[in-house]
């Protein structure tokens, strides 16, 4: 045929219809192969960056809690009254929207930590003004802070973080 006599409907017969759809299709197919890896690559880094947050804001709390501990028994002794007077607050945790990628078992215990941090909070401070216990809150506080330390071991496993085992044996009077 000649190149200048072509016409729509010449190359429209002449076109490889089975190898064009083929192309078409292993072209969009590749495409979103592509779009899904890049969208599910990003999602797990979302979802480790906010592990790692939790993880290091957990540590923090333990960290906080295992001063309390460490320090009170050699505090009561100097002073005759305890060091804690309440149960720390846990701050430096990511938002609640920002856990949507995490591991949702994961994602429940550690937004629901916060809630069992209130409650030791509330009963440290009932049973000091109430019950005429300053110690509870330095108990709580140890219970409270290997928890913490405990659900951060839990991230850091899941999404592959380096563990803090050096830390965590600094701290063995929560573990004890």
């Not at 890896?37 to 906080?64: C, G």
């Not at 607050?89 to 990511?94: K, N, R, V």
Request: aromatic letters at 10%; proline letters at 3%.
């Amino acid at each position: 045929m000649d190149l200048m006599s072509w016409d729509s409907v010449a190359v429209i017969k002449s076109l490889d219809w089975p190898g064009f759809v083929k192309t078409v299709l292993g072209a969009g197919a590749g495409a979103a192969i592509v779009a899904w890896y890049r969208e599910h690559r990003a999602k797990k880094e979302r979802a480790t960056y906010i592990a790692l947050r939790a993880a290091i804001a957990l540590e923090n709390y333990a960290i906080s809690c295992w001063r309390l501990v460490f320090s009170g028994r050699a505090h009561y002794e100097q002073t005759g009254s305890p060091l804690a007077d309440a149960v720390p607050e846990l701050i430096g945790m990511p938002s609640d929207a920002d856990w949507k990628e995490v591991d949702s078992s994961l994602t429940n215990e550690a937004l629901s930590f916060a809630n069992t941090v209130s409650i030791a909070q509330i009963l440290s401070d009932h049973s000091r003004f109430f019950e005429g216990n300053p110690f509870e809150a330095e108990t709580s506080a140890k219970e409270r802070g290997r928890d913490a330390w405990l659900i951060s071991e839990r991230l850091r496993r899941r999404y592959k973080l380096t563990p803090r085992d050096e830390e965590k044996k600094r701290l063995e009077e929560l573990f004890e």
